[in-house]
């Protein structure tokens, strides 16, 4: 298969594919389920894209291969640059920095050097894959670096970057001691796109202060004349396509099914995340236990199904939170439930798409409450499911997703008696209330998709001013 002159090139920590053992025993490629696959995926075929990224593990270098139709280019890690590359730099330094200190930063020099080599190597990969004057579209905090180094080999590429988390305010980020590199990193970009206008703001911002160019609103003009662009591009999901897939005979079914096993209780609340100290779990677990000890609700009448998706095991933050919420359960059920009736029913493990979609349509309240998040597709997921308007939304002001979901209960995930009155009015509205709110919200997901955002992002990094490169439509 040919790689060589791509007029896309996609550059992203991860390769949108996961290795699978198929039934004889030989390693094929599948997939990876997620919102930006089905966004980035359109884009990729109309332009005849090129995927660069990690497709995990250590092993041994692969050479480029196509999935689904997906030319995707394979780049190895070593042991030593996935602990300090992705586990050290990107999940322990700029993870918990960039989401408003939940969990303390580290900050270790040998992570930056592993950050600065790793980043170097897929720009490298990239500048050779390019055609003349392609368009690169960049992904995530895992690759800040990468737009610079890209535009330094290659000035005749136009460089789009994409922050799927969270950019911190100036006051936080200014901890960081490379704070000045990653800003110019990201500068060689020449548009950079953010989930809220408020992190377009902070960086503009930062920029100004600390690195002394003229900006104007969303712009920054830089002294060798170029102009790059800091807007705001809120991702989201596949609608239509959540909404088939629940609306399907074994969907609804399995759905059925699962309240079924639940010993049907009156309402089902639901929370489905990344085991991540970012989204709010423990806290949300306790209001609504403290909820069932406090005799407002009853184990006969209300279960919370709570599905943590294994996440970077190896960092020891997450280990620490997983062991807390693993007493936090026991207790709360051995406290609380009664045969056969636990408070909560917990699942330390990850699902196909479909069983997700089960499960949003089981739910009666799905409950969203992260300290900080970039987006949030879980709580569009939710609302692309609910057929019938039915169902409630509890979520978190911190979440980039509560600026679009505002008939949502808002909650502050950080006031327990806040969020155990939030989770009691959205159990106990009335149906007239919950569709009124629901109707609005599937609305909002409907008209802003996934492929909304993909074209809003391809068009407009087309047409800023003073970049160069030839333009790729969506
Ligand atoms: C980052 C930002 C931003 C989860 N468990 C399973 C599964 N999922 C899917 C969900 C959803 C996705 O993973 C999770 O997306 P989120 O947005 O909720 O959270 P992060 O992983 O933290 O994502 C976030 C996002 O990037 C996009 O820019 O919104 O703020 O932090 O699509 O459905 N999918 C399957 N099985 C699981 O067990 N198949």
Not at 101 to 128: M, Q, T
Not at 326 to 351: E, K
């Amino acid at each position: 298969m040919s790689t060589v002159s791509a007029d896309l090139v996609i550059v992203a920590n991860r390769l949108p594919v996961d290795r699978v053992e198929q039934p004889d025993g030989t390693m094929g490629w599948r997939t990876s389920p997620g919102g930006l696959v089905t966004a980035i995926e359109p884009v990729m075929r109309a332009n005849d894209g090129t995927w660069i990224g990690w497709p995990g593990g250590t092993d041994e270098d692969l050479e480029p291969f196509e999935a689904d139709g997906m030319k995707l280019v394979p780049m190895s890690m070593t042991q030593a640059e996935i602990e300090g590359h992705y586990e050290g730099f990107s999940n322990a330094t700029l993870w918990p920095l960039y989401h408003d200190l939940v969990a303390k930063p580290e900050f270790h020099r040998e992570w930056w050097d592993s950050y600065v080599s790793v980043n170097r190597r897929f720009a490298e990969k990239a500048a050779e894959l390019a055609s003349e004057g392609a368009t690169v579209w960049v992904h995530d905090y895992q690759m800040q670096l990468v737009p610079l180094m890209l535009r330094e080999l290659r000035p005749d590429l136009r460089i789009g970057f994409y922050l799927h988390i969270p950019f911190p305010p100036a006051e936080l980020f200014q901890q960081l001691p490379w704070r000045r590199q990653l800003l110019e990193g990201l500068l060689g970009a020449d548009m950079i796109g953010f989930q809220l206008p408020g992190g377009a703001q902070n960086f503009v911002r930062l920029v100004r202060q600390r690195v002394g160019h003229k900006t104007h609103r969303d712009l920054v003009y830089l002294p060798d004349g170029r102009t790059v662009r800091a807007a705001a591009f809120p991702i989201s999901i596949d609608a239509a396509g959540f909404e088939a897939m629940a609306r399907s005979e074994p969907v609804a079914a399995r759905a059925a099914e699962i309240r079924e096993a639940l010993g049907n209780p009156r309402k089902v609340f639901l929370g489905i995340d990344r085991l991540d100290y970012t989204k709010g779990i423990y806290a949300r677990l306790r209001a609504f236990s403290e909820l069932i000890a406090d005799g407002h609700l009853d184990v006969e009448d209300a279960v919370f199904v709570q599905v943590a998706v294994p996440s970077r095991e190896q960092v020891e933050q997450y280990r620490i939170l997983r062991d807390d919420i693993d007493r936090l359960v026991g207790r709360v059920n051995g406290d609380l439930g009664r045969i056969g009736r636990p408070a909560i029913s917990y699942l330390h493990s990850s699902y196909p798409r479909e069983e997700m979609a089960a499960l949003y349509r089981a739910a009666d309240v799905m409950v969203v409450t992260p300290y900080r998040d970039g987006m949030n597709l879980v709580a569009k997921e939710y609302v692309a499911c609910r057929l019938e308007d039915t169902g409630a939304l509890v979520l978190s002001e911190f979440a980039g997703a509560a600026n679009e979901l505002r008939q949502a209960w808002l909650v502050n995930p950080y006031d327990i008696n806040g969020m155990k009155s939030a989770l009691l009015d959205a159990y106990s509205a009335d149906d007239r209330e919950t569709r009124r709110r629901m109707k609005a919200m599937r609305r909002t997901v409907a008209q802003n998709d996934v492929a909304a955002w993909a074209d809003a992002f391809m068009s407009e990094l087309a047409e800023v001013p003073g970049s160069h490169g030839k333009a790729v439509r969506p």
